[in-house]
């Protein structure tokens, strides 16, 4: 069997000697590459051996030898003008801009001896063996930054005189004055305004209203004496002690009240539904009335109002005037007009404006029936929720437990006591002081 012919043979050995030829050629070119990079390297060899810098070494290890020659012939300590790497000092290296530290000048501490202290490890060397006596002051790196110890503001402090320092001292007065004088000024500015706390927790400062009158009461004359709180002017009693009265206290005994030194009563005479809207009088109005007539105590009277218009606020007055029309009231008829605590109210669609004409036309009423009106209220209703310019010229019943009242513009009586107690009254009382003896308007 023929698997090729004399021809393709023949073809065959032709190719193998060109490869042959081939191989030699590249092998001849890369002895020659080999060889020229071989050269290159020891070249490059020699050259960094010519230029490594001993020949500078040496020719500056002769100059420092030949100074410190000359130094000897000349008397001189060779550590004064030779720098090495054993006797650098920090005075002969410009380019060392560390501030002063405190360190003693080398005519304290390195006088003579040669010695380097290092500022960053704090040790010392050089050719002496006598320590210093001085102890190295640990630097910190602020201070380092600011440029000053606490040894070197010692020192500088040592140093002055004794008129900078009472200089120094006379300034330190000064600025403490004028601190004092920053926190007076910062109690001023929080006299401008006062903060109120809201039924549901929240706080804010209000604003001090400068068109309305402040109070003028003195409070160092208030003194307490359980249950009767006094104001006390010239050395007599400016004031009139009385209590809060309404079914919620039950039976009264009215002739307790008057020995117990009480001077006068403020009776409810209803209220309107927060919910339902509906008028509701006091279950024990006619007894408390004419209680308080027989043991001749005076008697004021209030009505809690949710009238949401003013049609129903003059709807609630001239309820309140026919139910009184038989008894003689000579203190204010007050109006009094509250949130209801863990409730909705009808009142809380109110806002400032809504409310303050309610309580107008409510007190107008009673003023053209020719009694005194009034207007109850806290710190929070009477600075946050009805307008007080809108409303100023009527009397104010201020309502806050406490030795001292807060509100700052002028009222006429202070409820300044919700749950005390009184001889007359079981259980709890309202109790209220009265600077104006309305009985004798």
Known sequence: MKFYDDDDYDDNDERGSGSNMTLIYMALIMST??????????????????????GYRQAVAQREERMLEESKSSGTAASDNVISSSKLTSDQLDIW?????????????????GTVTNQTTGETVGGSSEKSSEKETTTTADELVSGKT???????????????????????KSNDKS??????????????????????????????DDDLDRNNYNYDNLKYDNPIMRYIENGKTASWFGVDISAEQGDVDFAKLKKAKCDF????????????????????????????????LNTGVYFCSQAVTRA???????????????????????????NVEDDMARIESLDVKDRTR???????EISDAGYTPML???????LTMVDLEELDGYDIWYAEDGDEPKYPYEFDMWQYDTDGSVSGIDGEAALSISFVDYSKK
């Not at 001023?188 to 400062?205: F, L």
Request: aromatic share 8%; hydrophobic share 35%; proline share 1%.
């Open 179 to 208: 601190t004092d004088k920053d926190e007076e000024d910062e109690d001023e500015e929080e006299m401008t305004s006062i903060r109120v706390t809201h039924s549901d927790g929240t706080k804010e400062w209000v604003d001090i």
């Open 376 to 382: 109850y209220g806290d710190l929070e209703w009477l």
């Open 97 to 113: 801009t560390l501030p002063d530290t405190g360190r003693q000048s080398s005519s304290n501490s390195n006088s003579g001896n």
């Open 265 to 296: 009563c403020m009776i409810k005479v209803g209220a309107r539904g927060y919910s339902s809207g509906n008028i509701v009088m006091d279950e024990n109005l006619e007894d408390n009335l004419e209680g308080a007539q027989k043991a001749k």
């Open 33 to 54: 590459v080999i060889f020229a990079v071989t050269a290159l390297v020891f070249w490059a060899n020699g050259s960094k051996k010519s230029s490594d810098g001993s």
């Open 150 to 172: 606490s040894v070197y503001d010692m020192a500088e402090r040592e140093d002055m005189s004794e008129s900078d320092k009472a200089n120094e001292k006379n300034t330190d």
């Open 312 to 338: 129903e606020a003059r709807e609630e007055a001239e309820v309140l005037l026919e139910a009184i029309e038989d008894y003689d009231v000579n203190y204010p008829i007050v109006f009094v007009m509250e």
């Open 358 to 364: 309610i309580a107008i036309a409510f007190m107008d």
